[in-house]
Structure formats: structure tokens, C-alpha cells
């Protein structure tokens, strides 16, 4: 059993950065690929970023390329979302998300989650 907790939450001005951060702890970090998902108040949940296993290979949401930066540590067992040049859109609660395998873009393929951390960005 993997537990994931998040941190970093905040509000901010629309324009500045936020850096979640993500600790696992009850498993083995290196062998899961790492998501960060965010969920809008009224809308689902969504993919945000992934990282594989060694730190290699990166995914992210059209909405978040070229602003967001996902960064993983093995040896430290945290995952960390870089968020700039932030926009009121970009308003959710972003969630921490542990994966076996699979599809590393989509939910239903992420098997550990953590309680979610609030980002809030104004105008």
C-alpha cells in the first residue's frame, strides 16, 4: 500500500508559481510512474503530468505544456510539480497519483492517490 501526501497548495496572483510537492511512503517510489491530476469545482477530474519510472519520459495536458514542470526523486521518494506563469483557469485541487502500469495519461490507470492539495489563482 502506497501513501502520497501533498503539499505547496496556495493562492497566488495570476502570472506567479506554485511548487507542489508530492512524498510516497509504503511502497517501492521507483517502480510507480507519477501523476499529478487536478480537479475544477463542477468538472472532472483531469491529467495534468506524468513521469515514468526513472525519470525519463514526460506527459502533459496541451492546457499546461511550456508552463508546468514535473520532476521526480527517487532517492528522496517525492514528486514535484513546478507550476509558472499561472492562470485563473488553473484553479482545482491537484491531486498526487501513484501507477503500476499502463497508460500513464489516463485515471482509471493510477491505482494509489493522495488527498489533494488546493491552488487557487486570481486575477
Known amino acids: 500500500q502506497v501513501q502520497l501526501v501533498e503539499s505547496g497548495g496556495g493562492s497566488v496572483q495570476a502570472g506567479g508559481s506554485l511548487r507542489l510537492s508530492c512524498a510516497a511512503s509504503?511502497?517501492?517510489?521507483?517502480?510507480?510512474?507519477m501523476g499529478w491530476f487536478r480537479q475544477a469545482p463542477g468538472k472532472e477530474r483531469e491529467f495534468v503530468a506524468s513521469?515514468?519510472?526513472?525519470?525519463?519520459?514526460?506527459w502533459y495536458a496541451d492546457s499546461v505544456k511550456a508552463r508546468f514542470t514535473i520532476s521526480r526523486d527517487n532517492s528522496k521518494n517525492t514528486v514535484a510539480l513546478q507550476m509558472d506563469n499561472l492562470k485563473p483557469e488553473d484553479t482545482a485541487v491537484y491531486y498526487c497519483?501513484?501507477?503500476?502500469?499502463?497508460?500513464?495519461?489516463?485515471?482509471?490507470?493510477?491505482?494509489?492517490w493522495g488527498q489533494g492539495t488546493q491552488v487557487t489563482v486570481s486575477t
Open positions: 509504503g511502497g517501492t517510489f521507483s517502480t510507480y510512474v
Open positions: 513521469i515514468v519510472r526513472l525519470a525519463g519520459r514526460t
Open positions: 497519483a501513484a501507477s503500476r502500469d499502463g497508460n500513464a495519461r489516463i485515471e482509471s490507470n493510477y491505482d494509489y
